[in-house]
């Protein structure tokens, strides 16, 4: 398997523009999860999602963000406008949500570098 | 979910065993502890998990005691490659899948 598929992989664009980042998960995993990633604030869950269906959204720092996944094999991520204060580096992840016990493995992929100016 | 607290920075050589304890003052009964690696420029990689006692694998050993409270990630003579950030996680899957990241040890390896 390719693992989890993210692009692009940078993204530099000016403060107001629309931005969307795109993620497909490891195939037949059930769960997604968007995280953004900085030096200030760390690695924070932002939303995921499970059987294609949004669970917890509280980490979304505004109502600028929105989160979709139209099917089991594609999610995205939207900011609109955006902010300087936006730039970091967003992971995707999935998982296999088993349900047996412990915490499912979440298998990240490479990152978007987002930069606004 | 429960807090963790984690040494902010490591250092260490070539071919020593690197330990990284972790305290979960406040970890439910139902919580297992995880451990994930993040290279520079990566998404985090998951490294183990356990609940209780000793876990083993490939890559390290995982160390819990009767009490819970505490973890240590044991990394066996570790190589420049081992520089990364590790992070420690309390959860179960009561909270979906739910992780929550702190701020890691940061390892730097020396040759």
């Known amino acids: 398997d390719a693992g989890v598929i993210q692009s692009p992989r940078h993204e530099v664009t000016e403060m107001g523009q629309e931005v969307t980042l795109r993620c497909k998960p490891i195939?037949?995993?059930?769960?997604l999860f968007w995280y953004r990633q900085t030096m200030m604030r760390g690695l924070e869950l932002l939303i995921y999602f499970n059987n294609n269906v949004p669970i917890d959204d509280s980490g979304m720092p505004e109502d600028r963000f929105s989160a979709k996944m139209p099917n089991a094999s594609f999610s995205t991520l939207k900011i609109q406008p955006s902010e300087p204060r936006d730039s970091a580096v967003y992971f995707c992840?999935?998982?296999?949500?088993?349900?047996?016990?412990?915490?499912?493995?979440?298998?990240f992929g490479p990152g978007t570098r987002l930069t606004v100016l | 979910l429960a807090k963790t607290t984690q040494p902010i920075s490591m250092d260490s050589y070539e071919g020593q065993e690197v330990n990284i304890t972790c305290s979960h003052n406040n970890i439910a009964t139902n919580d297992y502890i995880t451990w994930y690696q993040q290279f520079p420029s990566q998404g985090p990689r998951f490294i183990i998990q356990g609940y209780k006692t000793k876990v083993t694998n490939e890559v390290a050993s995982l160390f819990i005691p009767a009490d819970r409270k505490s973890s240590t990630l044991s990394l066996p003579r570790v190589s420049l490659s081992d520089t990364a950030v590790y992070y420690c996680l309390v959860g179960g899957d009561n909270q979906g899948g739910k992780l929550i990241f702190g701020q890691g040890t940061e390892l730097s390896v020396k040759p």
């Open positions: 992840a999935s998982s296999l949500a088993l349900g047996a016990g412990g915490t499912d493995t979440q298998y």
């Open positions: 195939s037949g995993h059930n769960s």
